[in-house]
């Protein structure tokens, strides 16, 4: 059971992040990244990741996707004129063999790690509930928990900063 | 439970493909949505570790990699929408203020 949910949701998971990069309209590939985000929580789930899988379906899936569209939607951007495949350069062709670069050795690393990992019993494993972790993060991991805070008041006025209309400086 | 190599690949894949849509789109916008796979991919990997180590910590890494691009997003796309006020466009092939 769980092995298939896994299948489902990986070829879920790749084939989304695919319909991501190659889409021609920008509101379709935010679309299809909200589809991945969320096989990505259903795979937290599969690994006893109750927490993480909710906080990536609101933080990811609700708030950051949110910010996307609506970014999109406000530049009014059209469709792209030429997809990966439409026209097809030397720069395609450099990209798309960096890539199988990459996943070639991330994939040999993968294969040479399997019998170095310790074994696991049944009742060492955690599951990551919200009390496994809050218990973790608010004993060892406070002060880089404040930090954050800090962290995202930063960026968020950072970002209104960045993002106005400068009128009384337009002239100087 | 699935092995661990499965997750390892998984996320693997799903990082080349950011790599791949990094590399080969235009378009600011999907430009920052490949970064956000990548990074989606690096806390698959940090989870499936985790949970095959049993340990919690590793998830308390993803939590904060999760605040990380969250201000990354807002940032990225506040810069974006200046470039565009400036250069009424976010073609990375037409910004090129700064290129020789």
């Known amino acids: ?172 | 439970m699935i092995a661990l190599n499965w997750y390892l690949a998984l996320s693997a894949v799903l990082f080349t493909i950011g790599v791949i849509g990094v590399l080969t789109r235009k378009n600011a916008i999907v430009i920052l949505m490949s970064a956000e796979l990548m990074l989606n991919s690096v806390n698959l990997t940090l989870v499936s570790f985790s949970a095959h180590l049993g340990d919690v910590h590793g998830q308390i890494l993803v939590f904060f990699v999760l605040c990380v691009a969250a201000a990354e997003a807002a940032v990225g796309l506040a810069i974006i929408i200046s470039i565009f006020r400036n250069n009424l466009s976010i073609d990375i092939t037409k910004i090129n203020l700064l290129r020789w």
């Open chain 1, 1 to 172: 059971m769980v092995s298939y949910l896994f299948i489902l949701f990986g070829i879920l998971a790749i084939g989304s992040a695919l319909a991501v990069i190659l889409n021609k309209s920008t509101v379709n590939s935010a679309l299809f990244l909200v589809v991945n985000l969320i096989s990505v929580a259903a795979l937290y789930l599969l690994l006893q990741a109750q927490f993480l899988a909710v906080i990536q379906v609101l933080v990811y899936g609700g708030a950051i996707m949110v910010l996307f569209l609506f970014v999109i939607m406000l530049l009014n951007i059209g469709d792209e004129a030429d997809t990966v495949f439409s026209k097809f350069t030397l720069k395609f062709l450099f990209s798309f063999l960096l890539g199988a670069v990459i996943l070639s050795q991330l994939l040999y690393m993968v294969g040479s790690l399997s019998g170095n990992l310790p074994a696991v019993s049944e009742d060492m494993a955690v599951a990551g509930t919200v009390e496994a972790i809050g218990q973790e993060m608010f004993t060892s991991y406070l002060l880089p928990f404040e930090v954050t805070a800090i962290l995202l008041t930063a960026a968020v006025v950072g970002a209104v900063l960045i993002a106005q209309r400068r009128i009384k400086n337009q002239d100087t």
